[in-house]
């Protein structure tokens, strides 16, 4: 993985979203100064954490997959927001100036946490 934000552009690419074990969904407003500065984060996060893919939608773009990801996921759309799909559940959201690297570092932190855990108790 490049560490580059991966865009998000249909139900397909997300369902491939949905399969990873850890993944970030990031979603940005092209229209909103907040929604630019938490991409900046959302940047820095991938481009130095490789190991968890970053998904990109566009809500002005895709706004109809924006909020059908809201709904399967059951977090309520919000824009910017950055949501932490671990098996295809989301298990993290943040939103607007609450997306930042250090939230997403802790938030990826304890899934994998989660994960570790999970694993040793189901050998």
Known sequence: MSGALLPLRDEAEFERALQRPVAFVFKHSTRCGTSTAALIEV??????HSDVP???????????????????????????????????????????FDV??????EAAARAADERAAGRASNP
């Open 43 to 48: 940047r820095q996060y991938a481009a130095s």
């Open 54 to 96: 970053v998904y990109l939608v566009d809500v002005i773009e895709d706004r109809a997959l924006a909020r059908r990801i809201a709904a399967r996921v059951g977090v309520p759309h919000e824009s910017p927001q950055a949501i932490l799909l671990a098996e295809g559940t989301a298990v993290w959201s943040a939103a607007h």
């Open 100 to 105: 930042s690297v250090t939230a997403l570092e």
